[in-house]
């Protein structure tokens, strides 16, 4: 009877964890996905509506918002959807230049979402330095950024005229930094679903004794280690990152670096591509605490990051199907290569973790829950981190947006509880595009925090393009070499 009446009503019924998503927004960190992709060259209005009307609307999800109803939360088909309603025009004031569009960017990211209509806007800014920018926002719960990325090719071509790619044509990305753990076999979900239902079934008492974790029958693949170790974690250093955010938000980006000159550091010094980036990000943040007279010895930031556990074969479908690790940064580390070496050492401990996929049990488990039960959760998890960081391996050759040429792009994933920074890394077009977004409140300058981002790694680039040492450096490599 109750299936009878959803299918009259249009209406279907949200996963548990969109609904968990959908359920964790809060004034001062809203859950939502915003990008910008910035154009050399006018982007014309009405090609890029019929762009969204024949590849973006084309997926219904997009032409449903969520509703409540009793206690689950449902899709329900927008029976007075209008495109244009949702595709904006706007102009940038004074010299429309990029401090223009960071600030514009930054009042749309605390502004919510029009929840009485599907929760997707466009913003085409028509004024840009000659040219365009395109800022997109959309709420979390309608998918995870490796469904965006798939649902952007969607509406990109790979020249101006070309016509649209077949629909199962794969994309050609880099390599998941995570890719052996987006393989969770069914037990294991089981196993994480089971200890995520104990813990919100019991209002969250395992938290406050994880003793009882042998109460819950955790066996197998390291999952009693793991919700161990999540349990006892504590929290990392405090540090101006971390505080009470407030509702306004700012975003900055750098200049990109060549995702070649990454990769051949990341070559002579034995590290992957994603340990020298993260390095360089732990090193930027050394050097703003240091900027403003704190205390940076010793200092260690965790960094929530998401890691992909969406099967292959289900890379088109949208909603969100990932879990989360705790990654240290080692702020306090001054030497840049012996930061590398620990950043590279945190990765690889974490490849064999079980965290993610106990990260989307107890995601899924609380989206069943009681929204004070969830609100519960993600405060007692989001009080570890400092930062939110994710690194998303865009197309590595340029695309075509409506016709026009899309010079660059830049993301930003929402901060969750009261986590008031997030750390976004693209790669596009052989390019690595870098960007923050913070908390007005905590940190009001995040454009000081990307200006020390490639000086940290320009110190390990010069280091290898410079030595004449073979074999893995060491940190008074460095040390010998700067002082040369």
């Not at 949200?14 to 609904?19: A, I, K």
């Not at 996905?33 to 009405?46: S, W």
């Amino acid at each position: 009877m109750f299936l009878d009446w959803m299918s009259m009503s249009k209406l279907e019924r949200m996963s548990s964890v969109d609904t968990a998503w959908l359920r964790m927004d809060r004034r001062s960190n809203l859950m939502m996905i915003c990008g910008v992709m910035v154009f050399r060259e006018p982007l014309d209005y009405q090609r890029l509506r019929q762009t969204l009307a024949e590849r973006f609307v084309s997926f219904r999800r997009f032409r449903q918002r969520p509703k409540h109803q009793a206690a689950i939360s449902l899709w329900e088909d927008d029976a007075d959807f209008d495109l244009d309603c949702h595709l904006h025009r706007v102009a940038l004031p004074g010299k429309a230049d990029t401090a223009e569009l960071q600030r514009y960017a930054s009042d749309l990211m605390g502004t919510p979402l029009d929840p009485l209509k599907p929760m997707w806007e466009y913003h085409l800014v028509e004024n840009f330095q000659g040219g365009s920018a395109l800022i997109m926002r959309i709420h979390h719960c309608y998918a995870d950024g490796i469904a965006l990325i798939h649902v952007m090719l969607s509406m990109c071509d790979s020249s101006r005229e070309a016509l649209p790619r077949a629909e199962d044509e794969p994309a050609e990305r880099p390599a998941d930094p995570f890719a052996k753990l987006g393989k969770p076999i069914a037990n294991a979900m089981q196993t994480a679903l089971k200890f995520g239902q104990a813990a919100v079934d019991k209002g969250m008492q395992i938290w406050a004794d994880p003793n009882r974790l042998a109460e819950y029958g955790l066996q197998g693949a390291g999952f009693a280690q793991e919700a161990m170790n999540l349990l006892t974690m504590g929290q990392d250093s405090r540090t101006r990152f971390k505080g009470k955010p407030g509702p306004l938000k700012r975003v900055a980006w750098a200049e990109p670096i060549p995702l070649e000159e990454v990769k051949a550091v990341g070559k002579a010094l034995g590290c992957s591509v994603n340990d020298v980036l993260l390095a360089s990000v732990a090193g930027a943040l050394r050097r703003y605490l240091a900027a403003h007279g704190d205390e940076v010895e010793g200092v260690m930031i965790r960094a929530l990051v998401p890691v992909n556990l969406r099967p292959a074969e289900q890379a088109k479908n949208l909603g969100n199907y990932f879990g989360l690790v705790f990654l240290p940064l080692p702020v306090g580390i001054e030497n840049p290569l012996e930061r590398l070496y620990a950043v590279r050492q945190a990765m690889q401990d974490l490849k064999g973790s079980q965290q993610p996929v106990l990260a989307l049990g107890l995601l899924a488990a609380s989206g069943m829950a009681p929204k004070l039960v969830q609100d519960q959760l993600l405060d007692t998890l989001s009080k570890n981190a400092s930062a939110v960081m994710t690194n998303v391996p865009g197309p590595p050759q340029p695309m075509y947006l409506a016709g026009a040429k899309i010079d660059s792009m830049m993301f930003w994933v929402p901060q969750s509880g009261d986590i008031g920074m997030g750390v976004s890394i693209l790669s596009y077009n052989n390019q690595v595009h870098f960007g923050v977004v913070t908390d007005r409140k905590l940190v009001p300058d995040p454009e000081n925090v990307i200006a020390f981002f490639q000086p940290e790694f320009a110190q390990l680039l010069y280091a290898t393009l410079m030595s004449p040492w073979e074999g893995e450096l060491q940190p008074d490599d460095l040390n010998r070499f700067v002082q040369a």
